[in-house]
Nanobody
Framework: QVQLVESGGGWVQAGGSLRLSCAAS????????MGWFRQAPGKEREFVSVISWSGRITDYADSVKGRFSISRDNAKNTVYLQMNKLKPEDTAVYSC??????????????????WGQGTQVSVSS
């Protein structure tokens, strides 16, 4: 069993920055994936970013590439999402995800076993 605890959401003006954190507790071993999805009101859930424990896998949605950066601290089983140059369209609930297997379609939310409770990010124009 893995528990995910997110922090770092909030409100910011367009152009600003926020950093999200997600700490995984419980049994974690071998290589695994952690990442972020988001869902805005009235919209489909969408993939944001992913990183593997080994660092061999790192990917971003086109909509955030060049503005967001994902990183991890393996000693703390924590993943971070640094979000810069935020836009109003980035407003959403951001959820941390965890999957044991790295050989999955990581852009498919259905492939992740564990989800965090979600943290709200609001960007005003």
């Amino acid at each position: 069993q893995v528990q995910l605890v997110e922090s770092g959401g909030g409100w910011v003006q367009a152009g600003g920055s926020l950093r999200l954190s997600c700490a995984a507790s419980g049994r974690t071993f071998s290589d695994y994936l952690m990442g972020w999805f988001r869902q805005a009101p009235g919209k489909e859930r969408e993939f944001v970013s992913v990183i593997s424990w080994s660092g061999r896998i790192t990917d971003y949605a086109d909509s955030v590439k060049g503005r967001f950066s994902i990183s991890r601290d393996n000693a703390k089983n924590t993943v971070y999402l640094q979000m810069n140059k935020l836009k109003p369209e980035d407003t959403a609930v951001y959820s941390c995800v965890f999957a044991w297997a790295v050989g999955i379609d990581y852009r498919d939310g259905g492939k992740y076993t564990y989800w965090g409770q979600g943290t709200q990010v609001s960007v005003s124009s």
